[in-house]
């Protein structure tokens, strides 16, 4: 209960029993034998001056001012309150400050992630996808990490499917099995020049898929995996992002399971098998944008199992499988690069993309690509060169929040023995620093796994987490590191959580905050006290 309910109560009472004094006779209620008085309110309000005590002297005695007592009642309710919220405070400030999954944060405010929480939380309530973009390095390949935060995610939030992927899959995914036949050219903005495109637009996926003529494309869950991404099926929400230049012809059709008589069982019920059945969409909803058409699909079934077939000349930029609400987790691999590509794409473009999949957070986990031949002497040009990109995508996308992961840790043989890489530690605080410094969260993977050595170690484990090259994580590893990055990050949403339950704004955190300051001042002097008496009564 609030300090006002508190106050507004005890205001009803004294007035309950403010009436009952007035209206009660003055010579009480007689039942019986026994007569029931109660007190005038001039007996009430009345200063006692003097009292007896046991030896038989006279003691002044203090009238308490109701007003008084009212306020110390609402100190003593709120004492009460904070010493519960303090702890729990405690909890949360202490893994803030000092946990090791912990995010580095602009200005070290634990409240960054709110606005990314707060926009999960709507996308349920107006039936919407949020789209979290997962860019990053070879470490992300086959959907290691992502789909273990997507998982994680759709699991809170709602949400089906793998999100945006490629006109043409270059890498399986272990998550999703896609193919496609046909007159489609990849090309992409990473990787050897000779896979580059003449031209800049490679929309959000930093590639395109060029069609010059009819191609078809399949997309399905993966079977077999042991029922280890149950939200990556039941796709309901299909969009294309194409260019709104040259022709494109659309058609979509689906799988989706149904029940079908097949006789009758013994007690005279019906008798159903399962089986799945064909069906072609309508006609997409097209939306035309200045660079972009984005044609859309919401289907009155679920599915896991779709093919698209295309037939035209125009480039193709992304395919989004997603469910009908909740959060869709791209993942998008560069091999080899360094994350140094964003300034190189159609800005307008990949504006345009990134309003039209309702992009909310990016991740940009880039840097290892940067530590074998890092330097103090490349160090200044890395950071411009970093903070370009970034600015890059936050001009494309200002109502996005961004969040950068930085390297893990890397070993290499230096005199017959695994050693961290020299270039490691100083490529870390320049990543750090940038991020911070253009209002980004960081996420320390060196940092998270252990620190120095650290890979040498999880090579080593049975079964092992890091690959023998003492680069790359193993599958398991992948998905340890990405439960490891949940866990971190439902600790800010538990944190979200427990002020908006508690109605918690910065002025009363900051109350809060001086009753525990408060508390643990008394407390140490009542130890220092307690030390004292020891030493004088040994």
Known sequence: MTPVKVLLSIISLFLVLGLMALAYPEDGIHVGDTTLRYPKLS?????????????????????????????????????????????????????????????????????WFDRFFQNLLLAKKDSSVVHVIHYGDSQLEEDRISSTIREDLQTEFGGNGPGMLPAVMHIP???????????LQRYIIFGPKEEHATHNRYGPLAQVGELNG???????????????????????????????????????????????????????????KAKNKKETAEAPAVEKLTKLNVYT???????????????????????????????AVDNVAMRGSSG???????????????????????????????????????????KKLITRQIQA?????????????????????????????????????????VALENGLAYWDMHRVMGGESSMIKWVKKSPPLGFTDHVHFTRRGAAYMGDLFC????????YFQFRERHKLNDSKLKDIRKFSDKKQASADTTKVIDLNSDKLNP
């Open 43 to 111: 007996q009430v309000f009345e200063k006692a001056e003097t009292t007896t005590d046991s030896a038989g002297n006279k003691v002044k005695v203090e009238q308490v001012d109701p007003e008084d007592a009212i306020r110390q009642m609402m100190e003593e309710t709120k004492a009460k309150q904070f010493a519960a919220f303090s702890d729990s405070l405690k909890y949360y400030e202490d893994f803030f400050r000092e946990g090791r999954t912990r995010f580095d944060l602009p200005n070290n405010d634990p409240t």
């Open 393 to 433: 995508v936050q001009k494309a996308n200002p109502d996005a929040d961004i969040l950068f992961i930085g390297p893990a840790d890397m070993a290499k043989q230096i005199n017959g023995r695994w050693q961290t890489y020299p270039g490691l530690g100083i490529t870390i605080k320049m990543l750090r620093e």
């Open 340 to 382: 140094t590509v964003f300034h190189k794409i159609d800005s307008q473009l990949l504006a345009e993309s990134y309003k039209a999949m309702n992009a909310k957070l990016i991740i940009m986990e880039y840097g290892g690509n940067m530590v074998p031949s890092m330097t103090p002497k490349t160090l200044d040009w890395s």
């Open 487 to 494: 866990s971190s990050l439902h600790m800010y949403y538990d």
């Open 173 to 183: 995914s272990q998550s999703t099995s896609q193919w496609n036949n046909g007159d």
């Open 214 to 272: 009819s191609a078809v494309i399949g997309v399905k869950k993966r079977e077999g995996r042991k029922d280890m991404f149950p939200h990556v099926g039941g796709y309901s929400t299909i969009k294309v992002l194409a260019s709104n230049k040259g022709t494109l012809k659309l058609r979509l059709t689906y799988e989706h399971e149904i029940s079908e008589q097949v006789g009758t069982n013994a007690d005279g019920t019906p008798k159903f």
């Open 297 to 327: 699909w919401k289907l009155p079934d679920t599915t896991s199992n779709i093919k698209l077939y295309l037939s035209g000349r125009t480039e193709i930029y992304a395919i989004s499988v997603d469910g009908s609400y909740g959060v």
